[in-house]
């Protein structure tokens, strides 16, 4: 669907992230035209905005003059209402000022109601596409805009060398500090080579935060923290009073949604965020039509889907379970090089012993003989001695090895230990994705035992209006043979009254 335009009051009195600078865009537009194409006179006292409502018809905008002091808020129209409409108010009072904390007030609401329609259109649409979303989904990308607007609300500028400056991405870098999770994405989004802006790290960071589904959990700690939020927006700020709680309540549904985003070649530092409110306006029964056309072509694509995460799944068990084949071999073999390393080990105590007591019958002897053998004999226990430092140093190494191989045996075990669980997960998912693909083929299979019964009423109705159009024609060459025996008898009658008329004179 292309993206509309928005009226420039409905973007400027809906989406104000900067109070000021709407209010002065909202008396240079003036209120929107209204259905029929004539535009309404803009308010003198002040500058209007917009309540979002459900509202009757697909007109989609109506505006509402100044209210009267006692009552300043229109009742909204009933729930049952299909559509949506924007509502014009203007706030009471006198001398045509108004308080910064009513134009916050209506704002935040606004605010609030646009969460609560991209939040719900955007689930909706998603379940019924059944498929992972992309950055090229236009319900998506509305969602995006509508939750900067939310942050930018009510938002502090910073002053810099290049003047005032207005960003969320501030706000949001204190969620790794509240929840220790946040901090892989607010890394990954500094590591980001194409952001240069504040603005575009922020927009990164919800994307990534959606696709973690965490966003909600996320968007609860901060607003909890009040008094972190309080050097970043003012105290009337959409994040600091009871709507942005409610919005975060709300993005929990999205939790539902799968989203997947590449980053890198995305240019997220000059998008312009602009609310289309074309897709909220639609017509319900249309809607229904759609949807009631492509049921089949989702099922479909759901079915394939399943199919083809089935078969990835596949080849994923069989990768695991070809590196747990390939570990047991392993560790068979470590095990074996272990019981010939503790052979070897035993075998040089044993070596070690049996040097030690001929060192020690060496020096005994020695003793007890002449004096002239003590050079032969100290030759020998001087080869003895470094035969024996070199077989402790060979003892030592293998030892060494032996802990090095244990370690490396634990480190397989926990490894396999690891796999086996992922393989049981793996197994499980697998199992309810059989399942689930059972659930779509028993489906597809009803619906197309309905397309054939539909098919064979069909065709009895053709047959049947075959027949009766045999029947018309029958009756319709009836209806002529009676009109031309009609005729007939009409000339008859005539023929005789004629000639009654010349026998009458004849009698008299």
């Known amino acids: 669907m292309a993206e509309a335009t928005p009226p420039p009051a409905a973007s400027a009195g809906s989406c104000g992230a900067e109070p000021a600078d709407d209010a002065d865009q909202e008396r240079e537009a003036g209120p929107p035209a209204s259905p029929a194409g004539r535009s309404e006179p803009s308010s003198p006292v002040a500058a209007p905005f917009f309540l979002l409502y459900p509202g009757e018809g697909a007109a989609g905008f109506a505006a509402r003059p100044p209210p009267q002091p006692p009552r300043a808020w229109r009742t909204p129209p009933s729930p049952g209402s299909p559509l949506p409409f924007?509502?014009?108010?203007?706030p009471s009072g006198?001398?045509?000022?108004?308080?910064?904390?009513?134009?916050?007030?209506n704002e935040r609401m606004n605010l609030m109601n646009m969460a609560k329609l991209s939040i719900k259109?955007?689930?909706?649409?998603?379940?019924?596409?059944?498929?992972?979303?992309?950055?090229?989904?236009?319900?998506?990308?509305?969602?995006?805009?509508?939750?900067?607007?939310?942050?930018?609300?009510?938002?502090?500028?910073?002053?810099?060398?290049l003047g005032q400056n207005k960003s969320f991405w501030g706000p949001l870098e204190l969620?790794?500090?509240?929840?220790?999770?946040?901090?892989?994405?607010?890394?990954?989004?500094?590591?980001?080579?194409?952001?240069?802006?504040?603005?575009?790290?922020?927009?990164?960071?919800?994307?990534l935060a959606l696709m973690q589904k965490k966003l909600s959990e996320y968007m609860k700690a901060l607003i909890n923290k009040k008094e972190l939020l309080s050097e970043f927006y003012e105290p009337n700020a959409l994040m600091m009073e009871?709507?942005?709680?409610?919005?975060?309540g709300l993005l929990v549904g999205l939790n539902v949604i799968d989203a997947n985003f590449c980053m890198k070649g995305e240019d997220l530092d000059s998008q312009v965020g602009v609310i289309d409110f074309s897709m909220y306006l639609k017509d319900g029964n249309s809607s229904k039509g759609s949807e009631g056309?492509?049921?089949?072509?989702?099922?479909?694509?759901?079915?394939?889907?399943?199919?083809?995460?089935?078969?990835?799944?596949?080849?994923?068990?069989?990768?695991?379970?070809?590196?747990?084949?390939t570990l047991e071999k392993s560790n068979t073999k470590l095990t074996e090089e272990l019981a010939v390393a503790n052979n070897r080990i035993i075998t040089l105590q044993e070596e070690m012993e049996r040097v030690k007591e001929?060192?020690?019958?060496?020096?005994?002897?020695?003793?007890?003989?002449?004096?002239?053998?003590?050079?032969?004999?100290?030759?020998?226990?001087?080869?003895?001695?470094?035969?024996?430092?070199?077989?402790?140093?060979?003892?030592?190494?293998v030892e060494r090895e032996l802990e090095l191989q244990i370690s490396?045996?634990?480190?397989?075990?926990?490894?396999?230990?690891?796999?086996?669980?992922?393989?049981?997960?793996?197994?499980?998912?697998?199992?309810?994705?059989?399942?689930?693909?059972?659930?779509?083929?028993?489906?597809?299979?009803e619906l197309a035992f309905k397309l054939q019964s539909s098919d064979l009423g069909v065709k009895q109705k053709s047959e049947l209006n075959s027949r009766l159009e045999e029947k018309t024609n029958q009756m319709a060459a009836t209806i002529k043979q009676l009109e031309q025996s009609e005729k007939d008898l009409v000339k008859q009658a005539k023929t005789l009254n004629s000639a009654a008329n010349k026998l009458i004179p004849k009698h008299h």
């Not at 649409?125 to 319900?139: E, I």
């Not at 009871?242 to 975060?248: D, K, L, Q, V």
């Open 121 to 161: 259109g955007l689930i909706e649409s998603a379940l019924n596409l059944g498929r992972t979303l992309d950055s090229d989904y236009a319900p998506l990308q509305q969602f995006f805009v509508v939750m900067e607007h939310c942050l930018k609300h009510g938002l502090r500028a910073k002053k810099t060398f």
């Open 293 to 325: 056309d492509g049921q089949i072509t989702a099922i479909l694509d759901q079915k394939n889907y399943v199919e083809e995460l089935n078969r990835h799944l596949n080849a994923t068990v069989n990768n695991l379970q070809a590196k747990v084949d």
């Open 408 to 445: 490396m045996r634990q480190e397989m075990e926990l490894a396999m230990k690891m796999l086996e669980k992922d393989v049981c997960e793996k197994q499980e998912a697998l199992v309810s994705l059989r399942q689930q693909l059972d659930d779509l083929r028993a489906l597809k299979h």
């Open 242 to 248: 009871e709507e942005g709680a409610i919005i975060a």
């Open 94 to 105: 006198g001398a045509g000022g108004h308080h910064p904390n009513y134009l916050m007030a």
């Open 86 to 90: 924007l509502l014009l108010s203007h």
């Open 175 to 207: 969620v790794e500090k509240l929840v220790p999770e946040a901090a892989e994405i607010t890394a990954s989004v500094k590591d980001l080579p194409g952001l240069k802006t504040p603005v575009g790290r922020g927009r990164a960071w919800l994307r």
């Open 358 to 397: 001929e060192s020690a019958y060496i020096l005994e002897s020695n003793r007890k003989g002449p004096k002239q053998d003590r050079t032969a004999d100290g030759q020998a226990l001087s080869e003895a001695r470094k035969h024996l430092k070199e077989e402790t140093q060979l003892r030592l190494d």
